[in-house]
């Protein structure tokens, strides 16, 4: 059983519609992370929650919505995507070593495959 | 611009050949190196990761050599199997924020 779960594994919508990205981890960790994977590109760091609250967003479009509501679940809003967001949205967790030095691996999930219509 | 970059983009090689990816980066800050594996239709999963105050970290057939002058660090796999198949990843880190490479798609013939 992977540390970290995301549903659904695969979404088709339409630029219309909205939907909900979900993440759930069971590491105890207190950071977490989206990103989204596109081919032959580096992994594109989205959003980042320390303690359930945001510490980065990096110039990612307001139609991307993210929320996190406890250090355990994080949750990707979509409203009217574009077919360029097509790609595998990844979630993330680690240990933020809170200024210690002391660098904790991510753990990813195995990513929601969305195509947009 | 890209923070880390890494080569090359495909590798074949034979089982029980040595495979070798490659690595730079230029932010002096990175203090930790992790590579991560992806098995088509699954998540990256953490392979091995070295911080820089060694030059070498083995894990079975895993061996990350760093180079801090250089700023380069690659990842060699030795008698490598067809399971080793995979998209490999580079990352770099200066905190809790982490910095991909593009990844190499390795390929072990059997």
């Known amino acids: 059983e992977t540390g970290v779960t995301q549903t659904p594994r695969h979404l088709v919508m339409g630029m219309t519609n909205k939907k909900s990205l979900k993440c759930e981890q069971h590491?105890?960790?207190?950071?977490m992370y989206w990103y989204k994977q596109s081919a032959k590109k580096p992994l594109e760091l989205m959003f980042v929650y320390n303690f359930k609250e945001q510490t980065e967003n990096n110039s990612v479009p307001s139609r991307f919505s993210p929320e996190c509501p406890n250090s355990s679940h994080l949750f990707l809003h979509l409203h009217t995507l574009q077919p360029e967001d097509s790609a595998l949205y990844l979630c993330?967790?680690?240990?933020?070593?809170?200024?210690?030095?002391?660098?904790?691996?991510?753990?990813f999930g195995d990513g929601t495959r969305l195509s947009i219509l | 611009q890209q923070q880390v970059k890494q080569s090359p983009q495909s590798l074949i090689v034979q089982k029980g050949g040595i495979s070798i990816i490659n690595c730079a980066y230029e932010n002096t800050a990175f203090d930790y190196f992790p590579w991560y594996q992806q098995f088509p239709g699954k998540g990256p999963a953490l392979l091995i990761a070295?911080?820089?105050?060694?030059s070498e970290k083995k894990e079975g057939r895993f061996t990350i050599s760093f180079n801090k002058s250089a700023k380069q660090f690659s990842l060699h796999i030795m008698d490598s199997q067809p399971g080793d198949s995979a998209t490999y990843f580079c990352a770099a880190s200066p905190g809790n924020q982490f910095y991909f490479g593009t990844g190499t798609s390795l390929t072990v013939i059997p």
């Open positions: 993330a967790s680690s240990q933020d070593p809170g200024g210690t030095g002391n660098n904790q691996p991510q753990h």
């Open positions: 590491l105890g960790h207190n950071a």
């Open positions: 070295i911080r820089p105050d060694v």
